[in-house]
């Protein structure tokens, strides 16, 4: 069984379009996040939800929109998609325990492409 | 806020023989995580091994090791026995260990290892 699952897996579409990327856990996690990997592997976190509330959002531009409609699932939204938003994102999850690492679980990616 | 430096680029291997991945952070904290991740070409990321900063054994996990100077803010990862499966990216991170709930990683730029059959 898939851990952390990500839909789709590629993403090509056109500038000026919006489209979304769906994220489910079934590790029973509370906290999600989502990451970016720019063309230089660069990995930098976007958003973190802990129990479907927003906890971090990083200098991301208000066309990224991220929405938790339950613990395990954290979907982005992305509007106006411009060529500099092509990358690869990251969802993963982990779960609060007290004295653990709480280590984070990585879905596949999504690599978006805007032409 | 801090930081994690990796200032390898890249670096190659012989299969079998041991290389060792550096990685430098710069935080004001004291109680903090640190990982290794792994991505292949598969773009997977793989966590290879994690070390809280509270103990000062160093984490071990088979053929891979990490060298963490708490002081020197160091922590280095060595893989023995190098294999041709072992090719990828190597991403050192680092995460708070805030009261406040789970923190996210904070990643360096990351090392390409090539393994030389």
């Known amino acids: 069984d898939t851990a952390v699952s990500q839909t789709p897996k590629y993403l090509v579409t056109q500038m000026g379009n919006d489209k979304s990327i769906k994220c489910e856990q079934n590790l029973g996690h509370d906290t999600m996040y989502w990451y970016k990997q720019d063309s230089k592997k660069f990995l930098k976190i976007m958003f973190s939800?802990?129990?479907?509330?927003?906890?971090i959002n990083e200098t991301v531009p208000n066309r990224f929109s991220p929405k938790s409609p339950d613990k395990a699932h954290l979907n982005l939204h992305i509007n106006s998609l411009e060529l500099g938003d092509s990358a690869v994102y990251f969802c993963?999850?982990?779960?609060?325990?007290?004295?653990?690492?709480?280590?984070?679980?990585f879905g596949p990616g999504t690599r978006l492409t805007v032409l | 806020a801090q930081t994690v430096t990796q200032s390898q680029p890249e670096m190659s291997v012989q299969e079998a023989e041991t290389v060792t991945l550096s990685c430098t952070y710069d935080?004001?904290?004291?109680?903090?995580?640190l990982f290794w991740y792994k991505q292949p070409p598969s773009r997977q990321m793989i966590l290879v091994i994690r070390q809280e900063a509270y103990k000062q054994q160093n984490a071990t996990e088979n053929r891979f090791s990490v060298n963490f100077q708490k002081a020197a803010k160091s922590f280095s990862l060595k893989i023995s026995d190098s294999q041709l499966g072992d090719a990828a990216m190597y991403f050192c991170a680092y995460r708070s260990a805030s009261r406040r709930g789970n923190t996210p990683l904070v990643f360096g730029k990351g090392t390409r290892l090539s393994v030389i059959a």
């Open positions: 939800y802990n129990n479907k509330e927003l906890i």
């Open positions: 935080t004001s904290e004291s109680d903090y995580y």
């Open positions: 993963a999850s982990s779960h609060v325990l007290r004295g653990s690492h709480n280590e984070q679980f």
